[in-house]
T-cell receptor
Framework: KQEVTQIPAALSVPEGENLVLNCSFT??????LQWFRQDPGKGLTSLLL?????REQTSGRLNASLDKSSGRSTLYIAASQPGDSATYLC????????????FGTGTSLTVIP | EAQVTQNPRYLITVTGKKLTVTCSQN?????MSWYRQDPGLGLRQIYY???????DKGDVPEGYKVSRKEKRNFPLILESPSPNQTSLYFC????????????FGPGTRLTVT
């Protein structure tokens, strides 16, 4: 069964700092990896999707990389802002288990003004 | 506007009283899912559907039923709710054309007393 882990569970940084969030998965048979943002009590907003054949995707201050063979992805946030404070989740579509999605438990980010 | 809608958004009910949470998407997506989100456990897939009349169990299907009679709708049925089904529920949809990038509904907060 696929297991997705996100470390650290919580992170607090001063405004303006560049930061990296980590996501690891145990089974490399994935179709894609997607990063989401979730604000407290709210739904999930898609940030970036990386297909299994891709190495990275960029959107504004965000850059996500994927190393499928080692089972790792990182989300890089440049010049962090207080508005970036949220929980960040990663999810994989696992092809070995009948096309199921698996989520990590998230990293709670606080950007201090 | 492309979206996934869920109803109701909030529901308080009693043990054993059958309920249905509706989910509808207007993007012609073939893949639809239901998740529950619990503190410390993250999002877990309950059921998913690759297309009309095709449904499969996710990781936590016990106590839930689904049906997919039309492409746009994917209702979640709790035949006899119990307090351990108190949770935040999300519906999501995706399709192959967009590499199964998931779009989420706003969530349904269910409390079973």
């Amino acid at each position: 069964k696929q297991e997705v882990t996100q470390i650290p569970a919580a992170l607090s940084v001063p405004e303006g700092e560049n930061l990296v969030l980590n996501c690891s998965f145990t089974d490399s048979a994935i179709y894609n990896l997607q990063w989401f943002r979730q604000d407290p009590g709210k739904g999930l907003t898609s940030l970036l999707l990386i297909q299994s054949s891709q190495r990275e995707q960029t959107s504004g201050r965000l850059n996500a990389s994927l190393d499928k063979s080692s089972g790792r992805s990182t989300l890089y946030i440049a010049a962090s802002q207080p508005g970036d404070s949220a929980t960040y989740l990663c999810a994989v579509l696992s092809t070995n288990t009948g096309n199921q999605f698996y989520f990590g438990t998230g990293t709670s980010l606080t950007v201090i003004p | 506007e492309a979206q996934v809608t869920q109803n109701p958004r909030y529901l308080i009910t009693v043990t054993g009283k059958k309920l249905t949470v509706t989910c509808s998407q207007n993007m012609n997506h073939e893949y639809m899912s239901w998740y529950r989100q619990d503190p410390g456990l993250g999002l877990r897939q309950i059921y998913y559907s690759m297309n009309v009349e095709v449904t499969d169990k996710g990781d936590v299907p016990e106590g839930y039923k689904v049906s997919r009679k039309e492409k746009r709708n994917f209702p979640l049925i709790l035949e006899s709710p119990s307090p351990n089904q108190t949770s935040l529920y999300f519906c999501a949809s995706s399709n192959a054309e967009r590499f199964y990038e998931q779009y989420f509904g706003p969530g349904t907060r269910l409390t079973v007393t």
